[in-house]
């Protein structure tokens, strides 16, 4: 106690740890801050929370390992447009960067009236910058400086004089000339990769065509066009498959002889690769009377990808496997994927295994590592393991009810008694399965169905995770956790304030845990704004990530967690592997002793490469639906509002999940203001509102599948015609005088982004990027030029689907 008091005494404080990170000549880490003021012990975990605080206010800026004072940036700058936060708020970084730190936030404003063209992703700008506090500044284009991306993806159409290529990125609405003669003979709507040739043209843009991946009015071409376009790596270096071919079965060595345990894998009807089995029995110990023993066995992938070889740095680049509709990209080859590394029925297979004993109200009491060798008894599906239960066995689960799948839901309903005793944030939203023929064309969008069985391997892969992060902590090894920050407090505000707008009202403790919003969720349950409820709680969380740094993860309500389950798929898994085989002394293929200085790097790419692949996996998502709609254009659907932007309304249609967006000056005849807080355009004239959850019924106005772009009117009211926009009536000039502003003034009001008027016969327009997507172009609120049904169409081309990807255990 006396040392805990005499080290709070003398631990500095922000400005003492700032003015020693300013004096230094060059930046600094943890350890040289905690050797400069004699930190010890429990006081680092203090100044690593000092720290990030000090990171997130701005004061200091972290790079790899190491701190520094922030720069500020020059009053005016060239940037480079990257995309679009969740918000659809348009998104650059400087274009020339040289510091070790990620450079700061930088917003985009909306175009004026009057204002330069709007930029695409890629595109350079020159722009004036505002500090706003907190590493972020606002951006106001001065001019737009040119384009930045140098390849295209696109579809060929040819003429009589020479090649087109149509871009298939939504925001880039440019064609590109090609040469004939460069490939002779090339179909209409050939899939092609185009080099964007350097210097000024008169028109199109010139390129020529350096890949032809395909035909586009093949299925197998939707998914690739998303991997091309998130840069995804699908084909595996010769050296790799030469590797994973000349792999052979596991030798039993030292390992732990299981093969007598009958384990059996429960995965989806169509898996291709088992890397988890699962087994349970009542514990015989009379000491723990209604407590169960349990074991989790997952591939040893270790065996197989050793440290620095050709497969692992081959994985650490891909990260993950990505997995679309028609297809997976894997992480590792298909010889071990589906090979050596999956745990088919019958067949000797090596494992990484933890046996688990819990108390009956799902409590672990203890827990053990092992390398073994196993057998699975088997290979379910979950449809299968839920008839069984519920009392329909087939032939291959009826000998196994008693003895394999009894016990199994057993362990689970005490897992369910600790899950609901610590409170894990029970989020309910509704995922969709695109369904295929053989032809790989889609013929149905479909509730994905979701059992206890599901729900079972949720809670032991949950289980066995904990225990890797433990372990990994008792033996002093370096472990990549995954970790889940609590909500930030400007997005709990912004959650208290929209609740409170409906009836709700969040708890206003200073630490907030999972049960607070659980408590919301249940009072929303069965009204008619669940939907909009669990949605809007789902947008205030953090997102979940890759850390050698533990904080716990918020949303399970966790402590220590980490990655163990799934080796085959993502990387993170494979490292804590490696660190349980050098630490508990299991052979070969264990953690190098230096690898854990990486982990803070590597856990960041590879958080990177997981966000990549669920953009790439949503992209997919967007072109199948679209395809899937595109005989339907003309006909009226049910929906409900998904989300609410500056520039009009993202609609999810209830039969089908399918979303679209509204642009906001296809809505009925108003002055409208995004109120950001309240999820809300709200019309200023008639007090017309449309809001995040709200039901509406709307109309497919268009469905392109190149771009995944879906748009939507709502039911009722027609479409712009060009007259109509070329034309904006005197009286409307004359109302805005009256009320002391331009048409093309559109101040803030209530907090808000800035208002949009919305009328079939009004010339002001709005284009950008969806909520969700990466890559916008940036929009024009009011200009002079006259909104065109062409640029109709590109402000529709421009939209993006926001939807979220639910995996099996996180």
Same mark, same amino acid.
């Given at each position: ?544 990530? /890759?850390?050698? *740094?533990? +904080? @716990? =993860?918020?949303?399970?309500?966790? %402590?220590?967690?980490?990655? &163990? ?106 002055? /409208?203001?995004? *109120?950001? +807080? @309240? =999820?809300?355009?709200?019309?200023? %004239?008639?007090?017309?509102? &449309? ?120």
């Amino acid at each position: 106690m006396a040392n805990d008091t005499e080290d709070k005494k003398h631990f500095p404080t922000k400005e003492q740890i700032l003015e020693f990170i300013d004096m230094s000549p060059t930046p600094v880490g943890k350890r040289e801050i905690a050797r400069a003021f004699n930190i010890k012990g429990g006081g680092k975990i203090a100044l690593k929370k000092i720290l990030k605080e000090m990171n997130i206010g701005g004061d200091v800026v972290r790079g790899r390992k190491k701190f520094d004072k922030p720069g500020r940036l020059p009053p005016v700058e060239v940037l480079e447009i990257i995309g679009t936060d969740d918000e659809g708020e348009v998104l650059a970084r400087p274009n020339v960067w040289k510091e070790d730190y990620e450079p700061p936030v930088i917003y985009v404003k909306m175009i004026r009236r009057g204002g330069p063209s709007a930029p695409g992703v890629g595109d350079k700008i020159l722009a004036k910058l505002r500090y706003t506090g907190k590493q972020t500044y606002e951006a106001s284009i001065m001019r737009v400086l040119g384009s930045g991306p140098q390849r295209v993806l696109g579809i060929f159409r040819p003429n009589e004089r020479e090649g087109r290529v149509v871009p298939t990125d939504r925001k880039d609405s440019g064609e590109v000339a090609v040469p004939l003669d460069d490939h002779p003979g090339l179909e209409t709507g050939s899939l092609v990769l185009t080099e964007i040739l350097p210097g000024k043209h008169f028109g199109l843009r010139k390129g020529r065509i350096t890949e032809v991946l395909g035909n586009i009015n093949e299925p197998k071409s939707i998914s690739l066009v998303s991997i091309h376009a998130r840069g995804i790596p699908f084909e595996f270096p010769p050296e790799v498959e030469l590797q994973a071919r000349d792999s052979k079965a596991t030798p039993m060595a030292k390992r732990t002889d299981l093969r007598d345990i009958p384990l059996v894998t429960i995965d989806g009807a169509d898996a291709r690769d088992f890397d988890d089995a699962v087994w349970a029995e009542a514990d015989s110990d009379p000491e723990n009377k209604g407590g169960w023993h349990i074991m989790v066995a997952i591939a040893d992938v270790s065996w197989y990808v050793r440290p620095n070889d050709a497969l692992d740095r081959e994985a650490v680049k891909r990260g993950n496997s990505c997995y679309f509709p028609d297809r997976v990209v894997p992480m590792l080859p298909f010889e071990l994927s589906n090979g050596w590394c999956s745990l088919v029925p019958h067949e000797d297979r090596g494992c990484m295994a933890v046996e688990m004993w819990l108390n009956k109200h799902g409590t672990k009491i203890r827990h053990k590592f092992c390398r073994g060798m196993m057998r699975s008894a088997a290979r379910l599906t979950y449809d299968q393991v839920q008839r069984a239960m519920d009392g329909f066995p087939d032939e291959t689960t009826a000998p196994l009810v008693e003895t394999i799948v009894k016990p199994l839901y057993g362990a689970y309903e005490a897992f369910l008694e600790a899950r609901r005793g610590r409170g894990v944030l029970e989020l309910d939203i509704p995922e969709r399965k695109i369904e295929l023929n053989d032809q790989g064309q889609i013929i149905a969008i479909a509730p994905r169905a979701r059992f206890d069985s599901h729900k079972l391997i949720e809670e032991f892969m949950v289980a066995a995770n904990v225990c890797a992060a433990e372990e990994l902590e008792r033996i002093k090894q370096p472990c990549m956790y995954r970790i889940h920050d609590a909500p930030s407090e400007e997005k709990l505000e912004a959650l208290r304030e929209f609740l409170e707008g409906a009836g709700y009202t969040l708890n206003k403790a200073a630490v907030l845990r999972p049960r607070d919003f659980n408590q919301i969720l249940a009072k929303a349950k069965d009204t008619p704004e669940s939907e909009l409820i669990n949605t809007v709680v789902l947008r205030s969380q953090s997102q979940a990530m /890759y850390s050698p *740094d533990n +904080i @716990g =993860h918020f949303g399970l309500a966790l %402590n220590k967690y980490a990655h &163990f389950t799934s080796p085959i798929r993502r990387y993170a898994d494979l490292l804590v592997h490696r660190a349980l085989i050098a630490g508990l002394k299991l052979g070969e293929g264990g953690l190098p002793p230096e690898e854990g200085e990486r982990f803070e790097q590597i856990g960041e790419d590879i958080s990177g490469t997981e966000r990549r692949a669920a953009m790439a996996e949503r992209d997919a998502v967007d072109r199948y639906v679209a395809a899937y709609m595109a005989d339907k254009v003309g006909a009226e659907f049910p929906g409900r509002i998904s989300g609410v932007t500056h520039f009009g309304l993202f609609v999810s249609l209830q039969e089908t999940g399918a979303d679209g967006l509204i642009p906001i000056s296809t809505l009925p005849d108003d002055y /409208y203001v995004h *109120d950001a +807080i @309240g =999820h809300s355009l709200v019309g200023q %004239n008639r007090g017309k509102t &449309f809001r995040l959850g709200d039901d509406v019924v709307v109309r497919i106005a268009e469905a392109d599948a190149t771009t995944g772009s879906l748009a939507l009117r709502l039911a009722g009211h027609a479409d712009v015609t060009e007259r109509d926009l070329i034309e904006q009536p005197r009286a409307r000039r004359g109302q805005n005088r009256l009320r002391g502003r331009s048409p093309g003034d559109r101040s803030h009001r209530h907090g808000s982004k800035p208002g949009f008027r919305a009328n079939p016969k009004d010339s002001s327009s709005a284009s950008g990027g969806g909520p969700r997507d990466g890559k916008p172009a940036v929009g024009a609120a009011t200009g002079k030029k006259k909104t065109t049904p062409k640029k109709q169409r590109k402000l529709v081309a421009s939209s993006r689907v926001a939807r979220k990807t639910t995996k099996r255990e996180d």
